[in-house]
């Protein structure tokens, strides 16, 4: 009888630490940017993706001047196909 009397008081007791547990506040979700504010986060993170490969292509040590013209000319067609795609999008 004292063996059941103690382990329910065990038990209860660890229960109740456990519920007295507190946890920390979950932080409030973050706002949803707007259509425009979204087309202007993907522009800015586009322009500094082509400005990063536009300066990589400058700076390397083996391409030709003619080869580097042509790489810098096939990656502003693509930079330009893909802002006229952000611009346009539904």
Request: charged content about 35%; glycine content about 2%.
């Amino acid at each position: 009888m004292k063996k059941l009397l103690i382990s329910t008081l065990l038990l209860l007791g660890l229960s109740m630490h456990v519920s007295a547990q507190k946890h920390p506040p979950r932080p409030p979700e973050p706002p949803v940017p707007s259509r425009s504010e979204m087309i202007n986060i993907k522009s800015r993170e586009l322009d500094k993706k082509y400005q990063a490969e536009k300066k990589m292509i400058s700076k390397h040590p083996l391409l030709s001047k003619k080869m580097k013209q042509e790489q810098i000319r096939t990656l502003t067609e693509r930079y330009k196909r893909e802002k006229r795609a952000l611009r346009n999008l539904p």
